[in-house]
């Protein structure tokens, strides 16, 4: 893989709080069997600088990447194999911030670029593709995925179908687990 790295010991991380593994384990395999229900081969979280990076959520939820300023990423998130992000200033900032992704790589603000060549390593062709924000929401009616990201996803895989795959990142994350019900309570 293009940005695959070592996962690093704790004490090499910047000391912040994380979810666990277990957690991110918990979040992968319920999305993933929502997207084998649906027959989708991957969804992308397309990078989004909007309304304070609000529009990054799911990216965060699926990575522990992403948050704070000029920090939009990209997720490529596979029914199997490696989680990918695509960041900007990637090496600088993320494998240090997380442990739950090893496949990061540099975007140079250019998300979409990531996202076709991963979704090429991937082997996509006439595949189903999940796209967050590509549909419609409460704040955000005209959905939020970029445009020249969607033409780049459009343009390289001219057989594939796109769908908004929202609603299922809704989904995963409506259930809280004990591990994140005690981080909220520890945070108030």
Same mark, same amino acid.
């Given at each position: ?18 979810? *666990?593994? /277990? ?6 395999? /319920? ?20 309304? *304070?990076?609000?529009?990054? /959520?799911? *990216? ?23 989680? @990918? ?46 796209? @967050? ?10 959905? @939020? ?10 343009? /390289? ?32």
């Amino acid at each position: 893989m293009a940005g695959q790295r070592a996962p690093l010991d704790e004490e090499q991380m910047i000391p912040h709080p994380r979810f *666990s593994l /277990a957690e991110r384990d918990r979040r992968w395999a /319920a999305l993933r069997a929502l997207m084998a229900e649906r027959g989708l081969t991957a969804i992308v979280t397309p990078a989004h600088t909007g309304h *304070s990076l609000d529009f990054q /959520a799911n *990216s965060r939820y699926l990575s522990h990447c992403g948050g704070g300023e000029g920090a939009e990423i990209t997720v490529i998130f596979p029914l199997d194999g490696e989680v @990918t992000v695509g960041a900007t200033s990637a090496a600088e900032r993320w494998p240090r911030a997380q442990n739950w992704v090893t496949d990061i790589r540099e975007a140079r603000r250019d998300y979409g670029k990531v996202a076709v060549e991963r979704l090429h390593e991937l082997g996509v062709t006439d595949d189903r593709v999940g796209i @967050t924000g590509l549909g419609t929401g409460t704040r955000s009616p005209e959905g @939020t995925v970029l445009y020249h990201t969607m033409l780049a996803l459009q343009q /390289a895989f001219p057989a594939a179908t796109f769908e908004d795959a929202t609603d299922l990142l809704d989904e995963v994350r409506l259930t809280k687990s004990e591990e994140e019900i005690e981080f909220l309570r520890r945070r108030r």
